[in-house]
């Protein structure tokens, strides 16, 4: 007879520890260490494991299969996914609650049942009348979506099993399914690991796209242990601030497509909405020239976007002044900092620094540092830059520009929204000077960046 033990796992990272500690040693989280039951094998002489089969050798050389895309109508979630759902491919949606997670599943839920395909949507959370209102709400009541309210994996596969060529199924959410197999409550480490591997071997097994809803952690990451994330073939990310109108979504892991690529949706009353142009939201709100703003030529993915950051630089009382980052990494800002002082002779040890990337996006290119280094210079100054310029280019420690790629699309999107001139690292000047029409201008180092503000504002 199996004897009933239990274990410590970190809810975080999934790591096993033999007794309970308040920190986890291998993701340093703290008052993540759970207790869960385990069951061991009786005591005995250890059985003789079972001779394997070989598997079947393929060669390398040969025609491979290019996966079948099913378009969802959505041009912004296709391009995420890599063109289209790939059927018996498994996705991973997280993002932080109330963000427009299920919004956006019922929607593709019932662009997919619009063109006959079988869809299922489960959900854990909400009740089958929540879901119907929040259709009603999105005009989406009328699509052939068939809806079911189980946390059970046996009973939801069972539902699968009795309804007829389900080509998606959607489950809302991962953290609240569970397993008979298991002994731990719903939402545990076990208990999500085993009913993710239950749920995606049917799928596979069926040639069924099957799409999970996760939640996120005060991090940022999804909830759960890290092995779902490694289980399935794509991670998404649904990015977005409450207090403004649009969200982000982001790829970070596709088997079946490009990553870092991006999709921009607008939140509106009716549901999701499309962004065709994402440069011209993120910058709808800019107010001329203003001391402390650049405009940065950013490439998400495949898309080239314009995005403008903001720095306050203020007087401080303090005898460690702040610095501030929202949508930019913070190591970033301080080495950016120390450039500007060890080489510029730009003093900010005796300023509160604060930086934001307009409209909440986040931001992770090292070309932004030319952007970020122009706002800083403008706001410690006061001289504020032309509103028709952008910047891209990377710094290094002694103070000099290293170019970066797709020089060519970044210009080009900046020239068709209507900007005039750019400032580019030297080495990337020559070859954008034959094919744009901007007034570009080569910099060497950071010191030449500051003579051509200060010039300016003579």
């Known amino acids: 007879m199996a004897k009933k033990t239990t274990q410590f796992i970190c809810s975080e990272c999934g790591t096993i520890y033999p007794r309970w500690a308040g920190k986890c040693e291998a993701c340093n989280s703290w008052n993540t260490i759970t207790e869960e039951l385990k069951t061991d094998a009786a005591p005995g002489p250890a059985a003789k494991a079972p001779k394997g ?16 895309r099913i378009s969802t109508h959505m041009p912004e ?4 996914a890599g063109g289209g759902l790939v059927a ?3 996705l991973l949606v997280g993002g932080n609650p109330g963000i ?16 006959k395909r079988g869809v299922i949507y489960v959900s854990g959370e909400e009740a089958i009348d929540q879901v119907r209102l929040r259709a009603d709400r999105l005009g989406l009541g009328k699509a052939a979506v068939s809806l079911c309210a189980s946390t059970c994996v046996e009973d939801i596969l069972a ?36 009913a993710t591997h239950s749920l995606i071997n049917y799928a596979k097994k069926k040639n069924i796209i099957l799409v999970l809803i996760g939640h996120v952690t005060k991090d940022g990451q999804i909830a759960g242990p890290r092995v779902v994330e490694h289980m399935v073939d794509a991670v998404l990310y649904f990015e977005g601030d409450h207090t403004h109108h649009f969200r982000i979504l982001r790829t970070v892991k596709n088997r079946f497509g490009a990553t870092d690529e991006i999709g921009v949706f607008e939140m509106t009353s009716q549901g999701l909405k499309e962004v065709a142009n994402p440069s011209e939201l993120f910058l709808g709100e800019r107010s001329g020239e203003v001391a402390g703003a650049a ?39 301080a080495m950016i900092l120390a450039v500007l002082d060890a080489h510029c002779g730009m003093k900010f040890s005796q300023h509160d620094v604060y930086l934001n990337v307009a409209g909440g996006l986040r931001v992770n290119e090292p070309a932004a540092d030319l952007a970020v280094a122009a706002a800083l210079i403008s706001s410690l100054s006061g001289n504020p830059l032309p509103s028709n310029r952008v910047y891209f280019g990377e710094i290094s420690l002694s103070g000099r520009l290293r170019p970066i790629g797709q020089t060519a699309m970044r210009l080009k999107e900046a020239e068709k929204l209507g900007f005039k001139s750019a ?36």
Not at 102 to 109: D, E, M, P, V
Not at 172 to 182: A, E, F, L, P
Not at 302 to 314: C, D, K, M
Request: proline letters at 5%; hydrophobic letters at 45%; aromatic letters at 4%.
């Open 53 to 68: 089969h070989a598997a079947s050798l393929i060669p390398l050389d040969g025609d491979a299969d290019i996966p079948e």
């Open 77 to 80: 979630f296709d391009r995420v």
């Open 295 to 333: 405009v940065f030529a950013a490439i998400e993915g495949t898309r080239p976007l314009l995005i403008e950051f903001q720095a306050l630089v203020a007087p401080s009382t303090l005898g460690t002044p702040r610095r501030a980052v929202v949508g930019w990494d913070q190591g970033r800002l």
């Open 100 to 115: 427009g997670k299920s919004t956006l599943l019922i929607q593709i839920a019932a662009a997919l049942a619009n063109q």
């Open 423 to 458: 400032f580019i690292p030297e080495k990337a000047f020559e070859e954008a000077n034959k094919s744009s029409k901007m007034k570009l201008a080569g910099l060497e180092d950071l010191g030449n960046l500051v003579a051509h503000i200060a010039q300016e504002n003579m």
């Open 88 to 90: 018996g491919s498994a």
């Open 159 to 194: 539902t699968v099993d009795d309804s007829e060529a389900t080509e998606l199924l959607i489950v809302d959410s991962v953290q609240t399914v569970w397993t008979r197999g298991i002994e731990s409550t719903p939402g545990t480490v076990s208990q999500v690991r085993h």
